[in-house]
């Protein structure tokens, strides 16, 4: 028996869904945890997710469901780039997850007999998504910022709150290099200091604003995956980006528009004529184009997101049937009950009606696709388990063994830095080349419960206590960042807004330019140009300039700092799409239109190149063993708009 | 894709209250910012225009403007300023809504009940604070595998869940008159607690393991700063973003405190 730490702290970075579960876990475990958030944990991200989270439930199956299948849905989902064991974990820990958090008071919604109540949503054909309105994160991030908020005044949780991480500090080289602490940035001071542990959890989320406007959050950058990465940490399948087939496109963001509009009965479609500019409610429904149901006469509206996006994509695109000529399609909930809708989509039904000045039960909305979720992210592992199929979870799965991950595991979601793990949305772990909807709150939550658990074995039993490392060691790391923070200061010039060097105009077009080619459809040409401008614009940025060189909450300090990192992850992104010359889930190339499963069925590892300053690509097998490769097409049949020749003349 | 509306563009101007610090003064600012009609400007995307541009309308240079956001979508509360006198999030101010016309006016202000930390950005950490006072969480046993939580009829999730959608923004209390500002975090505990912790107390205390915790939530209501400090003014319910019931959920909470109170006088518990 190994001697046990009892003074073991863990940082966790982030305190969105996949933080807070893990602050909750370690807090029970008795670890001493520190919580750092950029924004009051509160108003985390994951308050953004709307429609649910998945999890077999007795109503699914005996219909035929189970966890097998949900692992299933989930793995072909992703076109089968994820490593099998972790889906098999996840699934099974679902059931569990909804009990738990229903017993925090979770407002999930009810049926008549007060059960929990279900909806549809894409890539399944089973009712298996808990739903609590359409705020499910927003209830789901409430319920575990509360049970934070009573560790916090058990004094067994402190919160970082308005600090930015900067860097986690490591000591060694190769395969003995670990994390011992991070740097981290007082938002409002200014205040650069270091905190030690005997690990650190990076649950940092998404990296939407590297295309600018997606649905994602103002602090969504990907600087601290970013960071990470460029401290040694390798960032796999970053090409894998989702973009959400509904949303409401602004000036400053594309606004979420859930998946549980279809789930509801949603229906997409466009006029069948081009150019019929009629208000939608006047044309009859011999005259709409219902893309998705007639092309996809099983799965109708609920296809995988990167499926129903490339479908209004190319219908806005390639038919230049958008409505009203532009980039849009209806999605219509008008034919559908109020009293209904509002129990039901009250929440972004009121969102879209605010932003979009229409009222959805009305009219239909018009939506496009926008980036949503990264399914690539920070690399990490763990430990499989072989145990004997479950009759009833792995109901005629045709094994007699499975393997999923080792509940307690040190290494589980720890990245190739020892003691520096990744939960949630910043790793690559569970949703492979497409996210099936109301998978990622799952994989949060289940990150920081299940995985939480590894880490606060990994700091009582395994890690080396900070007390032992030398002061040095963090010294040099604040001396750093000052070195990198004064740098920046220096360029300061009050009312810079010369476009070449202002870093919101390098922003703008980084963003432009990574949604023109790296998104919906990606082909060789257009990346290698894509790439040559984002070598341009660090170019520039080596020429940045602020406009405030004060040291009091400097936001402008802080933005640019991010966008040197976003630039960097940017890079890694679009050399990754570069050298995947193969069509998989999201990443769709039409030079290479097949899956290629002879050459990519691969994780892309991109690891940073200090002295280039450039990803360096190798790839790493998929672990599959238990579902077997298949096409995955879901059922898609030719079918072109019926244009009847009928009177649909434009009202100017 | 076509722009027929890139023609249109309008300017507004932007006064801004800015201040570079706490105790430091504030002063003005105004800020020309072109807008194009039909393109969803709002707030948001104005004070971005502003950061890439720190020029005031006068022509002199200056730094970006602090402000403080997040989802963009009001759901996360974080962009809440006062607009043309009236606290609201600034996410959801659209351009084409408040300032149709060439030349109008916007004014942004910070919050006036909380802190200022530098310019629009403020520090809501007594709101953070006041939840711990009511202790607003379900105790739950542990994380283990314990199986499902209480049932609930549809209608008391109805009720739950328009309670649940507070996103702490702070709305309501900037709104009250008898919640006043206070810079000392020493003084909150004993100051008017406002709108939202109090119907989180009704939230909790409507759950059947939440409301393990009742007594201690309306003793607190009970005490100074509680339930009786509040002057039925009604203006955290007007200006609630999400519509929640707040000033339903002082009569309720009201009620129970007043029950507690007289069972507490006679059976001393």
């Known amino acids: 028996m190994p001697s046990v730490n009892k003074n073991a702290r863990v940082i966790v970075v982030g305190g969105g869904l996949a933080g807070l579960a893990a602050c909750v876990r370690l807090a029970e475990q008795g670890v001493n945890v520190d919580c750092f958030s950029i924004v009051p944990v509160k108003r985390s991200h994951s308050v953004c997710a709307q429609g649910g989270i998945n999890a077999t439930n007795e109503i699914a199956r005996q219909q035929g469901y189970s966890e097998w299948v949900h692992m299933d849905e989930t793995l072909i989902g992703g076109d089968f780039l994820a490593d099998q064991p972790p889906v098999y974990e996840m699934t099974h820990w679902a059931p569990k997850i909804i009990d738990l958090l229903d017993r925090m008071g979770v407002p999930f919604n009810r049926t008549a007999e007060g059960q929990r109540d279900l909806r549809l949503f894409g890539g399944s054909l089973f009712k298996r998504t808990h739903f609590s309105g359409a705020t499910t994160g927003q209830q789901l991030l409430y319920a575990l910022d509360e049970q934070v908020r009573r560790s916090e005044a058990e004094g067994k949780v402190t919160k970082y709150e308005s600090w930015e991480f900067l860097w986690p500090i490591t000591k060694g080289e190769g395969a003995d290099k670990k994390c011992v ?47 990470c990465y460029k401290a040694g940490a390798h960032y796999a399948n970053g090409e894998m980006i989702q973009v959400h087939p509904t949303a409401i496109p602004g000036a400053d963001k594309c606004r979420l528009m859930s998946e549980s509009a279809r789930g509801e009965g949603g229906r997409v479609w466009v006029p069948a004529k081009i150019g019929d500019t009629r208000d939608p409610r006047e044309i009859p429904e011999g005259e709409r184009y219902y893309l998705l149901e007639e092309r996809y006469p099983k799965y109708g509206n609920l296809v995988p997101r990167d499926i129903a996006t490339r479908e209004i994509f190319s219908v806005c695109v390639d038919d230049n049937m958008g409505v009203d000529g ?28 605010k932003f979009a000045g229409e009222d959805p039960h009305e009219v239909p909305m018009k939506i496009f696709p926008a980036v949503h979720y990264s399914m690539g992210g920070l690399w990490t592992t763990f430990t499989p388990q072989q145990r004997p199929a479950d009759p009833v979870q792995d109901l005629n799965c045709g094994f007699d063994t499975v393997t999923g991950m080792k509940f307690g595991a040190h290494n589980t979601m720890m990245t190739n830095i020892n003691g520096l793990y990744a939960f949630g949305e910043v790793n690559f772990a569970y949703h492979g080349a497409t996210r099936l909807g109301a998978n990622a709150l799952l994989s949060c939550i289940f990150d920081g419960l299940f995985s939480g658990q590894g880490v606060a074995n990994f700091v009582k039993e395994a890690a080396e206590p900070v007390a032992d490392i030398h002061q040095s060691v963090y010294d040099e790391a604040v001396q750093q960042e000052h070195f990198k923070t004064q740098k920046l200061i220096d360029t300061a010039e009050a009312g810079h807004s010369d476009p070449a060097t202002n870093p919101y105009q390098i922003a703008l077009e980084m963003g432009e330019e990574m949604t023109a080619a790296c998104t919906v459809v990606k082909t060789g040409p257009r990346m290698e140009k894509a790439m040559s401008k984002l070598n341009e614009l660090q170019g520039r940025y080596e020429n940045v300039r602020l406009a405030d060189g004060g040291m009091w909450t400097n936001q402008n300090l802080s933005f640019t700092r991010a966008l040197g990192d976003m630039l960097t992850l940017g890079e890694a992104i679009l050399q990754g799409s570069i050298n995947r010359e193969e069509s998989r889930g999201s990443h769709y190339r039409p030079d290479f239109l097949e899956r290629d499963d002879e050459r990519f069925h691969q994780t892309t590892i991109a690891e940073f190149n ?27 049949t030719e079918s072109e708009p019926k244009a009847e020749p009928k009177e649909a003349t434009a009202k100017v | 894709m076509t722009t027929a509306t890139q023609s249109k563009a309008r300017t507004i101007r932007f006064k801004i209250k800015r201040s570079d610090g706490p105790g430091k003064p504030s002063y003005w600012q105004t800020f020309n910012v072109p807008v194009n009609k039909g393109e969803g400007a709002n707030v948001i995307s104005c004070l971005q225009y502003i950061a890439a541009n720190p020029i005031t309308a006068d022509g002199t240079a200056t730094t970006p403007v602090a402000w403080k956001a997040g989802c963009l979508e009001e759901v996360c ?9 009236k606290v609201r999030q600034s996410c959801s101010c659209m351009m084409d809504t408040v300032a149709p016309n060439e030349g109008d006016t916007i004014t942004l202000e910070p919050m006036r009940k909380f802190p200022v930390v530098r310019d629009l950005f403020v520090d809501r950490a007594r709101l953070f604070e006041s939840l711990k006072r009511v202790k607003a969480w379900v105790p739950t046993d542990n994380l283990w595998d314990l199986g499902a939580g209480p049932i609930e009829t549809p209608e008391q999730h109805e009720v739950r869940y328009k309670l649940s959608e507070c996103m702490s923004c ?19 505990q004993n100051a008017f607690i406002g709108a939202a912790p109090i119907s989180q107390v009704r939230y909790f205390n409507l759950h059947e393991t939440g409301a393990t915790l009742k007594t201690e939530r309306l003793n607190e209501m009970a005490a100074k700063g509680g339930i009786s400090d509040c002057g039925n003014a009604q203006n955290c319910v007007k200006h609630c973003p999400k519509s929640i019931p707040l000033t339903e959920s002082i009569a309720a909470v009201g009620r129970d405190t007043t029950i507690h109170a007289v069972k507490q006088f006679f059976t001393g518990k």
């Not at chain 1, 406007?213 to 950058?221: A, H, P």
């Not at chain 1, 559908?336 to 989509?345: A, G, H, S, V, Y």
């Not at chain 2, 509360?77 to 006198?85: E, L, Q, R, S």
Request: charged share 25%.
């Open chain 1, 326 to 353: 532009k980039n849009q399609v209806y999605l219509d909930l008008s034919f559908k009950d109020r009293k209904e809708l509002d129990l039901k989509l009250g929440g972004i039904l009121e969102i879209y009606e």
């Open chain 2, 170 to 188: 702070g709305c309501c209390m900037d709104a009250c008159p008898q919640f006043h500002k206070i810079e000392d975090d020493a003084k909150w």
């Open chain 1, 181 to 227: 602490g991070i740097v981290a940035q007082d938002l409002r001071t200014m205040q650069i200091r270091a905190f030690p542990a005997e690990a650190v959890i990076m649950a940092t989320g998404g990296c939407g604003l590297v295309f600018g406007k997606s649905t994602n959050s103002v602090m969504c950058t990907g600087g601290a995956a970013a960071r």
């Open chain 1, 610 to 636: 200090p002295t280039t300053g450039k990803p360096d690509l190798s790839y790493k097998d998929v672990i599959g063993g238990m579902v077997k490769l298949r096409p995955r097409d879901y059922g898609r």
């Open chain 2, 77 to 85: 509360g974080a962009c809440t300023m006062v607009i043309n006198g």
